[in-house]
T-cell receptor, first 115, second 109 residues
Framework: GAVVSQHPSWVICKSGTSVKIECRSL??????MFWYRQFPKQSLMLMAT?????????EQGVEKDKFLINHASLTLSTLTVTSAHPEDSSFYIC???????????FGPGTRLTVT | GIQVEQSPPDLILQEGANSTLRCNFS?????LQWFHQNPWGQLINLFY???GTKQNGRLSATTVATERYSLLYISSSQTTDSGVYFC???????????FGQGTRLTINP
């Protein structure tokens, strides 16, 4: 299966600062990348779908000015949490789906804590 | 939107036992995946199974697309099987996966 990396694996930041999370596809050229967040003991909630070279499509209720997504190349997508607040503390997970493949593969996740 | 329901929500078993996890979905799908989320949060792909039956070692899965359900079987459970099992589906023509709420499996030694 595909290999997806995320960096950092965990981050602690102060309220009001911005945090960037990277998601890299290590073996496929990911046409589409997805960003999810997961709260403790809950399921994954899709935040946005990102296609290389185009603007991300955000799910209803997700603030696109707060969660900036950039998919500049076929192997890299970034999520920037701007002006983070404690309620943004969560587990953020990216996934990829390569052209012609129907399976999604997931990164190991990034645990964000905002103090 | 499509509804995905998993049952049971929690399952506690002794090592060596067999288990069946169920995933019901409310509409026609062209993608169904089963994942195991380990204690560190990593989602591990178990099966891509929009229809039919597949087996991989002690795990097997069956999807009956016409009846809109999928089953994941785990035989001879081991403590390392503990974690949360998610079913996720994708509607025809859609890009995104919709996840069920998961089944939390605990295997006791």
């Amino acid at each position: 299966g595909a290999v997806v990396s995320q960096h950092p694996s965990w981050v602690i930041c102060k309220s009001g600062t911005s945090v960037k999370i990277e998601c890299r596809s290590l073996d496929f050229q990911a046409t589409t990348m997805f960003w999810y967040r997961q709260f403790p003991k809950q399921s994954l909630m899709l935040m946005a779908t990102s296609n290389e070279g185009s603007k991300a499509t955000y799910e209803q209720g997700v603030e696109k000015d707060k969660f900036l997504i950039n998919h500049a190349s076929l192997t890299l997508s970034t999520l920037t949490v701007t002006s983070a607040h404690p309620e943004d503390s969560s587990f953020y997970i990216c996934s990829e789906e390569a052209l012609g493949r129907n399976e999604q593969y997931f990164g190991p996740g990034t645990r964000l804590t905002v103090t | 939107g499509i509804q995905v329901e998993q049952s049971p929500p929690d399952l506690i078993l002794q090592e060596g036992a067999n288990s069946t996890l169920r995933c019901n979905f409310s509409d026609s799908v062209n993608n169904l995946q089963w994942f195991h989320q380990n204690p560190w949060g990593q989602l591990i792909n178990l099966f891509y199974i929009p229809s039919g039956t597949k087996q991989n070692g002690r795990l097997s899965a069956t999807t009956v697309a016409t009846e809109r359900y999928s089953l994941l079987y785990i035989s001879s459970s081991q403590t390392t099987d503990s974690g949360v099992y998610f079913c996720a589906v994708r509607l025809q023509g859609a890009q995104k996966l919709v996840f069920g709420q998961g089944t939390r499996l605990t295997i006791n030694p």
